[in-house]
């Protein structure tokens, strides 16, 4: 029985994934990429099953890296960080390869790894009120396993104006920049989600599958050698001396090292 996620399949064989830690922003633990992952592959797999959709618990869709788990990365060693930075990779792989519909609704705040969630999506809607940001530079670490479900979805032009800075930015240029389809106000997110759900249900699971299958195939490549780099990547910036001083500066709630006064 899983504990951080819930999966909920009506009689039309719509299925609701809710990531369920809400006391936590729904941040991503251990347990959660392992469930995740694990769901994926059950929902693929269930022919009664015709669409997903994806949302979370709370106030926020997903807050990136859980804390816990990121304290443990900085007492693991290399080998540790990079089986970590692979569970994160392969469940995004496993949603992002789906064979069903994954439609995102976005009902909070997500950042890091949240956007990497988003992206996953064949198409996210979100609430007009919340805030994103790819806010690993911050740290001293980089976006690197969501990186390719991110340039995927944005572009490379569009994602390199948020890649890098770790800004905030809201719902209206997460819809400029391609990673939201639209946003609406919080009463109406259930009534745009079904419909995007409505048109599948009349549509040939089957068709669909090599459809998203061909789309897949058509876009940029994510293969094993993309999610390869991108873990080495994550591995090597994890053992700079940024990322210990990031880090250890975030958790003791102190300005890192590089911070310079802005106004």
Known sequence: MPKTITIETDARGVATLTLARPDKHNALSAQMLA????????????????????????????????????????????????????????????????????????????????????????????????????????????????????????????????????????????????LLARAVPAPDLASAIEAEVAPYLACAPGAVASAKALARALGPRIDADTIAMTIDALKARWETDEARDGISAFFDKRPAPWVRDHS
């Open 35 to 178: 469930e995740l992952t694990q769901a994926a592959d059950a929902l693929g797999r269930d022919d009664a099953v015709r669409v997903v959709v994806l949302t979370g618990a709370g106030k926020s869709f997903c807050a990136g890296g859980d804390l816990a788990w990121m304290r443990e990365q900085m007492q693991a060693d290399a080998d540790t960080r990079a089986r970590e930075a692979g569970k994160l990779a392969h469940m995004l792989q496993a949603l992002n390869t789906l064979p069903k519909p994954l439609i995102g609704a976005v009902q909070g705040n997500a950042f890091g790894g949240g956007v990497g969630m988003a992206c996953v999506c064949d198409i996210a809607i979100g609430v007009d009120h919340l805030k994103m940001g790819l806010t690993e530079t911050r740290l001293g670490i980089i976006p690197a396993t969501i990186g390719p479900y991110v340039l995927a979805r944005m572009g490379e032009g569009r994602a390199r104006q948020v890649f890098m800075s770790s800004r905030l930015f809201d719902a209206a240029e997460a819809v400029r920049l391609g």
